[in-house]
């Protein structure tokens, strides 16, 4: 469990890469002044991106099995991480944020159609 991070994992590197290659540079990393602390937020224009792990969050299309071992444990642990993150996404919502939560299986599979959805609202809201 150790070796499992929190912040700046292989899919946010991945995203964070791909907004500045689009030019969008200028973000913000776990930006403890917003609601949640975001993975990566752009405070001007008030958008926030959380970066999913799919085994962590429970991806609803990867659908990653549950561990063989205490199961009622674990299951109640990724219900709380869901609780966690629709409270956080409401915060955010309340304060007029646009929020973007992006599965690592999307940043593997559609990288380009995530970075266009992003883009196209920070270059409204800029």
Same mark, same amino acid.
């Given at each position: 469990?150790?070796?499992?991070?929190?912040?700046?994992?292989?899919?946010?590197?991945?995203?964070?890469?791909?907004?500045?290659?689009?030019?969008?540079?200028?973000?913000?990393?776990?930006?403890?002044?917003?609601?949640?602390?975001?993975?990566?937020?752009?405070?001007?224009?008030?958008?926030?991106?959380? &970066?999913?792990?799919?085994?962590?969050?429970?991806?609803p299309r990867?659908?990653?099995?549950?561990?063989?071992?205490?199961?009622?444990?674990?299951?109640?642990?990724?219900?709380l991480n869901?609780?966690?993150?629709?409270?956080?996404?409401?915060?955010?919502?309340?304060?007029?944020?646009?929020?973007?939560? &992006?599965?690592?299986?999307?940043?593997?599979?559609?990288?380009?159609?995530?970075?266009?959805?992003?883009?196209?609202?920070?270059?409204?809201?800029?």
């Amino acid at each position: 469990m150790k070796a499992n991070r929190a912040k700046d994992t292989r899919p946010e590197r991945t995203l964070r890469s791909a907004l500045r290659d689009a030019g969008y540079p200028g973000y913000r990393l776990n930006w403890n002044r917003a609601p949640g602390r975001p993975d990566i937020s752009y405070p001007g224009r008030k958008v926030a991106v959380f &970066v999913h792990g799919c085994y962590w969050h429970h991806c609803p299309r990867c659908h990653p099995n549950l561990p063989k071992s205490n199961p009622e444990f674990w299951a109640r642990k990724f219900e709380l991480n869901r609780e966690r993150v629709a409270r956080k996404r409401r915060q955010l919502e309340e304060a007029d944020w646009t929020v973007y939560e &992006v599965w690592e299986c999307d940043i593997r599979d559609r990288l380009d159609g995530v970075v266009v959805e992003i883009t196209t609202t920070l270059a409204r809201r800029a």
